[in-house]
């Protein structure tokens, strides 16, 4: 199941083929590359990111990043960094969290809730859509490259 279009849909029906999404999208990834993970209240972004960190070699957990705004993950080869702006109040409180020196073209930054920093955020490599409609989920996955 790798990706290959600019845009495809994909029915997730299980854990294993969010999972499987994940383990394929890691392989695209490139140093600088920024991901958004959008979608409402639960609809599995945080899981996701969650199964793609590990996938990329996080060995530790992996938790939301809901209080602290983000958190950085180191690995051999790249350096992640997971962000979660559903608190943010204002996009501008990201200069505040030092918003220039996490996008410094070398982390891979994953980004819930990306509508509340636009503006100031840098625009996607990668726009992934989570949707739950009556218990029933779809990833819609868009290459920016």
Known sequence: MKIMSETEIKPINHLD???AVASDLISELNSGDVIYLTGELGAGKTTFAQYLLSEGGVKEHVKSPTYNLYETYQTASLCYIHMDLYRLTDPEELYFLGIEE???GHNVLLVEWPEKGLGVMPKP???LEFELKNLN???TI???K
Do not use: C, I, Y
């Open 125 to 127: 490599d990668w726009l």
């Open 17 to 19: 083929e969010l999972q």
């Open 102 to 104: 996490l996008v410094d």
């Open 142 to 144: 868009t290459s920016k």
């Open 137 to 139: 989920r779809t990833l």
